[in-house]
């Protein structure tokens, strides 16, 4: 399966070069025959998710281990049994039986909550909420403080808004997270709020596709119009922290058409979410995470204006995922937030800001 079917690549480019001729009318038809093929993508691939993630409610969960424990253990080690409580405080507690373990280097590293990985046997799953997972990731906040909830998400809304974009995105639930540390005298308890990341493995096997298993790839390898529906994402939430050329914060998969595909994830250097440990590398030529940059690679200007068209035309299914999220956020971070996504819109519908801010930056093999 292709974010842009076969057929229409080829003549979307065509097209494209036809619009500076004033065929404008052409190009719209078959975008829009291209947008109804996304559609259906994403339509197929709502109906393969597991039950944890056909919801949005929030979710109670109770984890309880030693901080201390799991921070200092390597992620290739062996974790922590336990279990995993779920459910409602009216409505009673289930449990699954799990294996914890700390993940992830600077959140790992700097943070108070270390971010987790949670491991689970098919069989001990099966018939409940967590059928057909094996592994979760469980995204933390990175201090005890006032408004680490926030921040948190924020990262969650990242994931969220890119939904509508690409069917090929980690799926993702917040839940309202109770977190005792055992390996305390009094055993003290946190109440946070955290996100379940779905396993990249199942993200694969969605699509009938397989991890990359080499770390470093040649970014042009990519599937052409998935890695630009990618890198604009990447440049719409503000984030420079990653690179598909060795597979930081970014997952590769292989379709069984032999297309390789960018996954991303970990938003928390976002200018989006704007964390207050956020930093940017001194190599970029920025002050600040809220500073975009266009960090990816160049290809023909004809994709990068169709992709340009892409996303003004699904904008409204951005901001109704935007509004649907946000509700579990503060309300005063929500206009920052507002304001940070219009204007990359505003960028896209004008054309001089558009070729100032995203193609004359792609940056050449």
Same mark, same amino acid.
Do not use: W
């Given at each position: 399966m292709r974010l842009f079917p076969s057929f229409l690549c080829p003549l979307m480019k065509m097209i494209l070069r036809d619009i500076k001729w004033g065929k404008e009318l052409l190009f719209f038809i078959l975008l829009f025959t291209f947008?109804?093929?996304v559609n259906?993508?994403?339509?197929? %691939?709502? =109906?393969?998710? =597991?039950i944890l993630f056909q919801e949005d409610e929030l979710l109670d969960v109770r984890l309880g281990y030693s901080f201390k424990e799991v921070k200092s253990r390597?992620? $290739?080690e062996e974790g922590k049994s336990g279990y995993l409580f779920y459910g409602k405080e009216d409505q009673g507690w289930d449990s699954i039986p799990i294996i914890t373990r700390g993940r992830g280097n600077f959140r790992r590293d700097q943070?108070?909550?270390?971010?987790?990985? @949670?491991h689970m046997k098919k069989k001990e799953v099966k018939g409940t909420l967590f059928e057909g997972n094996k592994t979760l990731k469980v995204v933390l906040p990175c201090q005890n403080?006032?408004?680490? =909830?926030?921040f948190l998400v924020k990262e969650y809304i990242c994931y969220k808004l890119y939904e509508p974009l690409s069917p090929y995105h980690f799926n993702s639930r917040l839940i309202n997270l109770n977190l005792t540390d055992e390996g305390s005298k009094q055993q003290k308890a946190y109440d946070v709020k955290a996100i379940f990341i779905e396993d990249d493995g199942l993200v694969a096997d969605r699509f009938g596709a397989k991890l990359h298993k080499g770390r +470093?790839?040649?970014?042009?390898?990519? %599937? $052409?119009?998935?890695? @630009?529906?990618?890198?604009?994402?990447?440049?719409?939430?503000?984030?420079t922290d990653w690179s598909a050329a060795v597979q930081h914060n970014v997952t590769i998969?292989?379709?069984?058409?032999?297309?390789?595909?960018?996954?991303?994830? $970990?938003f928390d250097m976002t200018g989006m979410v704007n964390a207050q440990y956020a930093t940017v590398s001194e190599k970029l030529n920025i002050n =600040? @995470?809220? %500073?975009?940059?266009?960090?990816?690679?160049?290809?023909? +200007?004809?994709?990068?204006?169709? @992709?340009?068209?892409?996303?003004?035309?699904?904008e409204p299914m951005v901001w109704e995922a935007f509004h649907q999220a946000a509700v579990h956020l503060s309300p005063k971070e929500v206009p920052a937030m507002k304001q940070y996504m219009k204007e990359f819109f505003d960028i896209l519908k004008n054309d001089k800001k558009f070729k100032d801010e995203i193609f004359s930056r792609c940056r050449g093999v």
């Open positions: 947008l109804g093929a259906f993508s994403l339509s197929q %691939q709502e =109906s393969k998710k =597991s390597k992620s $290739d943070c108070f909550f270390t971010p987790l990985k @949670v403080a006032k408004d680490a =909830s926030d +470093e790839m040649n970014p042009m390898r990519l %599937q $052409d119009t998935a890695s @630009v529906v990618h890198d604009f994402f990447q440049f719409f939430i503000g984030n998969m292989q379709l069984p058409n032999t297309a390789y595909i960018p996954l991303c994830y $970990d =600040s @995470v809220r %500073q975009r940059l266009y960090r990816g690679f160049c290809r023909d +200007e004809a994709l990068f204006q169709y @992709v340009r068209a892409y996303y003004l035309e699904r």
